[in-house]
């Protein structure tokens, strides 16, 4: 088993940035593929951005491309997402994941295996 917890979320200014944490205890191990998802009020969860454990591989969904960095500290065994020129439409829950296998669909939900409880991100206009 995985524990994931998540921190970091707040109310924040459009434009403004943001650092979420996800620390992980358990069974970790470095094959995990880690990601973040978020769920906006009446929406469904989507993919925000993986990395690999490992080599620290990293993938974006299109809309926080050049606007969001997924980093991870081995020795803490935890991932970061920042996140810069925050937008209203940030506004979400932010979860973190975590997946047992490597050759996973990064974007798909049920691609993970453990998931943290999240964390509120509002950007206010």
């Known amino acids: 088993q995985v524990q994931l917890v998540e921190s970091g979320g707040e109310l924040v200014q459009a434009g403004g940035s943001l650092r979420l944490s996800c620390a992980a205890s358990g069974n970790t191990f470095s094959s995990y593929v880690m990601g973040w998802f978020r769920q906006a009020p009446g929406k469904e969860r989507t993919f925000v951005a993986a990395i690999y454990w490992s080599s620290s591989s990293t993938f974006y969904a299109d809309s926080v491309k050049g606007r969001f960095t997924i980093s991870r500290d081995k020795a803490k065994n935890t991932v970061y997402l920042q996140m810069n020129s925050l937008k209203p439409e940030d506004t979400a829950v932010y979860y973190c994941?975590?997946?047992?296998?490597?050759?996973?669909?990064?974007?798909?939900?049920?691609?993970?295996?453990?998931w943290g409880q999240g964390t509120q991100v509002t950007v206010s206009s």
């Open positions: 994941a975590a997946s047992a296998r490597e050759s996973i669909a990064l974007g798909l939900g049920r691609s993970y295996d453990y």
